[in-house]
């Protein structure tokens, strides 16, 4: 159950531009300098672990992580996307969805190791103007109903 005002940055913030939302999740845009396309799809209920969740709320959480990925590979056409579901810092489940490319800042470590590179302003700023494109393809490719 959300527990607004429980100091759970997830449940008292959106966690990045909503880009879809219905009454079991989110699928949030992350404003991440280093990596434009990163998303999160977020739970709504306070809850730490997959196992928290029923057998039919795992699997629409799991397409919808899907569906995402689609968008992000077909308009932002990274590498590779990471995919991680850590709650480490912030304990409320949520899946974090990267794309990757081998000439990003971190390639080819973790976005959280030390940086391997300096960014290349050029890439990041072509990297941003698809997000446009991102915003529509998430809304076409997330289909999930309970």
Known sequence: MTRIGSGCELCEQHGGEVL?????????????????????????DHVAEMTDLSPVDRSLLMRTVCQVE????EVMQ?????????????????WHLIPRY?????????????????????????????????????TRHVTCVA
Do not use: E
């Open 78 to 94: 990274p590498h590779k996307i990471n995919l991680a579901s850590l709650g480490n810092m912030v304990p409320h489940l949520h």
């Open 102 to 138: 081998t000439d990003d800042v971190h390639f080819p470590h973790p976005i959280w190791a030390p940086l391997q590179r300096p960014p290349d302003p050029d890439t990041l700023a072509q990297r941003r103007a698809r997000l446009q494109d991102l915003r529509a393809a998430v």
């Open 20 to 44: 879809f939302r219905n009454d079991q999740l989110r699928v949030v845009l992350v404003d991440d300098a280093h990596y434009p396309g990163f998303c999160r799809v977020i739970w709504h």
């Open 70 to 73: 689609a968008a992000l590979r």
